[in-house]
Every structure is written in C-alpha cells, then in structure tokens.
C-alpha cells in the first residue's frame, strides 16, 4: 500500500499507528520516501513466525508456573523492534510520529508522541496474555489495538482534517478458525479491531475526510502466517494501484472489503 501511495506522490503530514501500524508506521515517518518503503518490505520479507512468536513449551510452562501473566517472552519482540527502528527516539522522525497504546489499569488510549521509540513501540505491540505490558513512567501500558487499532480518532484530536487509512483487513477466505492460543487470540484481536475500523469510520466521517485502501479480499492467510508475506505485498501494491487509479484519493465511505463476510471454497 506505502509504495503504491508513494510512487503517486501522495503528501503526509504525520502518522499515527498503533499494535503492528506501530512499527510500520515508525519506520515511514523516519524514511517516509521510496527507499525507506523498500527496505520495510524487505524487513517483513526476512521474518519467520519464530521470529515474532518464539514458542518454547518450558518458558511457557515456567511462566504458568510463576503466574507471570503472559504466555511469551518479550525477548524475540525487542529485537523484532530494534531491527526495524532507524531512530531512538520518537522526535528523531522526519514525519511526527504519534504511537497509541492502551492502559492496561485505566484502559484509556494513551498516545505517545515523545520519547523513547523502542519502549513505546513495545507496549504498543504488547499484546495481551501474550506478551508482557510496558512500564513507560507510571503507567502500564499494552497493545494500542485494544482501544485503537486504526486509531482515527487520535489522529482527528491531533487536528487532521484528512485521514489515509491502511488497514490489515482480515481472513476473510479462511475455511476453519487458526488453532493454538497465540493464533487465535491474534485472529479475534483482528475482527475486532476491523469491526472498530468500520464504527470510527463511520463516528468521524462529519469531522475528517477519510479515505481508506481497501484490503485484500479474498484473503485466506491469518495474521499468525509468515509464509505468503512476498505475494500479499505484491497484490497489495496492485491492488492500492487500481484503487488510486479508479479515484480512490478522492472517495470516502467503507470498502466492502472491511464489512462482515466470507467466501465460499470454490471462491477462494
């Protein structure tokens, strides 16, 4: 999606991101141009699932035991973040840069615009029972796609009068839910967030011109799927070509690709 809007020379004020949109959205506000897109797509082309979710049955056992409260180490996460983060702090960006997280006492969205990027883009990822919350300051803070995942309303409060929205879409040509703990709290995380997608576009349509890339559909990859990350790229970027090309930048509303539906296996 990033490459195709920057080859047709679309404009960013700021960017704000929450959960994974954190991390992605870090690295475009530091390198927010062609060669900075290119190389976070070939970040997301190197990862293996172990890489973001290392399972080890005696950590995991060690953690019940401890009642720790989450299921995985923070430890393949740090370095997931630390190699994809050109900057050290989150003014060092070229475009400001607004991360949302949620607080895990308050659960009120609790948006980061300074300080250290690393630490901020980890409570953001954080995802509960899965990972353990950051401690930024006082708070402590969790996955921002608990409040926000496609967080319009943070963006609207910062005073955009037009928002860009890329979401993830979900499995939507999936035939039988992911099995496993991690994937299928991933997986419900996701259809809650794209449903929260659809009320925020629909609360914030009188106050900002939002326009939103469709996502891919049908899509029969779960988010806990690192195998196919080279080919959702490329019909990604045709994708978001076609929809530039057919005036995409100049409508609002929802792409069905985001309402409730599946497809039957003879579709997909």
């Not at 404009?11 to 290119?38: C, E, M, Q, T, W």
């Amino acid at each position: 999606m990033l490459q195709a809007l920057v080859e047709a020379e679309v404009s960013f004020d700021l960017v704000v991101g929450a959960s994974v949109g954190a991390i992605n959205g870090a690295y475009f506000a530091a390198r927010p141009n062609a060669k900075g897109v290119g190389e976070l797509a070939d970040f997301w082309r190197s990862l293996r699932k172990s890489d973001v979710f290392p399972f080890s049955a005696l950590d995991t056992f060690k953690g019940i035991l401890n009642r720790r409260g989450h299921l995985l180490s923070a430890s393949a996460l740090h370095r997931l973040v630390r190699r994809s983060l050109p900057v050290e702090l989150i003014e060092e960006t070229e475009l400001p840069l607004h991360i949302v997280t949620t607080n895990l006492l308050s659960g009120a969205e609790e948006l980061l615009s300074s300080g250290n990027a690393e630490q901020a883009l980890l409570a953001s990822a954080a995802i509960p029972l899965v990972f353990p919350n950051v401690r930024v300051g006082e708070k402590f803070l969790v996955d921002g796609g608990v409040t926000s995942n496609t967080p319009i309303a943070s963006a609207v409060t910062l005073g955009a009068t037009r928002v860009l929205v890329l979401p993830t879409g979900f499995g939507c040509a999936c035939l039988c839910p992911p099995s496993g703990l991690v994937a299928l709290a991933l997986h419900t995380l996701n259809l809650m967030s794209m449903r929260q997608l659809v009320r925020d576009i629909q609360l914030y349509k009188a106050r900002a011109a939002i326009h939103v890339v469709p996502p891919l559909c049908p899509l029969d990859a779960s988010v806990f799927d690192f195998n196919q990350t080279d080919k959702l790229l490329q019909r990604a970027y045709q994708s978001t070509q076609t929809w530039i090309e057919e005036g995409g930048l100049m409508r609002d509303g929802i792409p069905d690709s985001l309402l409730a539906h599946t497809h039957h296996a003879d579709e997909v």
